[in-house]
């Protein structure tokens, strides 16, 4: 493939060391620990780190017997809550965890942090996100939300690795959804959450099963994409 930067279609059979962070309800987290204790993701989940006391997120944590960190940011600046949340995974070296996996996570990590997790090869931090549109259109907050006032007719929902952007880095999956006239945010946002379970399943098999390469495709010019293995889509 023309301008391929980095190929790990080589399946590896080991477990991927993950840590997840949420802030939620913890629906996606839910999906994953699932996933990973029926085999589907190959992952062996370390911790789970929540920054909101109380949510759903440390409760599914607790129900599949993962280590949850509770660390609330409440307050605080995002370099003190960064170290804390640092301090706190402790033994667990950086550079040892295969993939930080954010569900929900509703706090922006800082430069610093997502150096820890710095890939070149990745052009990209080992970080995945999943958001609730389809980049680059509507990053930041309630991106259901953003597509219903926009009046879009298809919105859906982006895995992506994270960069030091915004709801930036190269994209791993996006899968959309038509957008009615009658649609209220609540159906939309029922129906985007159903599809991110599947989507976030799916892409985060075949990443950590490394059934994908990174490419710049045809155009030098383009950006990083990770290219699954056709047979490993999941379609
Ligand atoms: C999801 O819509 C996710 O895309 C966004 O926040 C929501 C989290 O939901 N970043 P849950 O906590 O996984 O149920």
């Given at each position: 493939m023309s301008g391929l930067i980095i190929d790990r279609s080589v399946a590896s059979d080991k477990l991927a060391s993950v840590v997840i962070f949420a802030s939620g309800r913890g629906s996606n987290l839910r999906v994953i620990c699932e996933s990973a204790r029926l085999g589907k993701?190959?992952?062996?989940?370390?911790a789970v780190v929540t920054?909101?006391?109380?949510?759903g997120a440390n409760e599914v944590a607790r129900e599949f017997d993962i280590p949850a960190l509770e660390i609330d940011?409440?307050?605080?600046t995002r370099e003190t809550h960064e170290a804390q949340v640092l301090a706190a995974l402790g033994g667990l070296d950086c550079a040892k965890i295969d993939w930080l996996v954010l569900a929900g996570y509703m706090r922006l990590l800082s430069p610093s942090f997502i150096k820890h997790f710095w890939a070149e090869s990745l052009a990209a931090a080992r970080i995945v996100n999943i958001h609730?549109?389809?980049?680059?259109?509507?990053?930041?907050?309630e991106g259901y939300g953003q597509a219903l006032s926009y009046g879009v007719k298809l919105t859906g929902a982006t895995v992506h690795l994270v960069g030091y952007?915004?709801?930036?880095?190269?994209?791993?999956a996006q899968r959309s959804l038509e957008i009615s006239g009658d649609e209220t945010l609540e159906g939309l946002q029922s129906r985007g959450l159903e599809l991110e379970h599947s989507l976030y399943t799916e892409a985060l098999a075949n990443l950590l099963k490394g059934h994908w390469q990174m490419s710049r495709g045809s155009r030098s010019e383009g950006r990083p994409r990770m290219v699954f293995r056709q047979e490993n889509t999941g379609k």
């Open positions: 993701i190959p992952a062996r989940i370390e920054n909101v006391p109380g949510s940011s409440k307050g605080k609730p549109s389809l980049l680059p259109s509507f990053p930041g907050v952007g915004l709801d930036d880095g190269p994209i791993i």
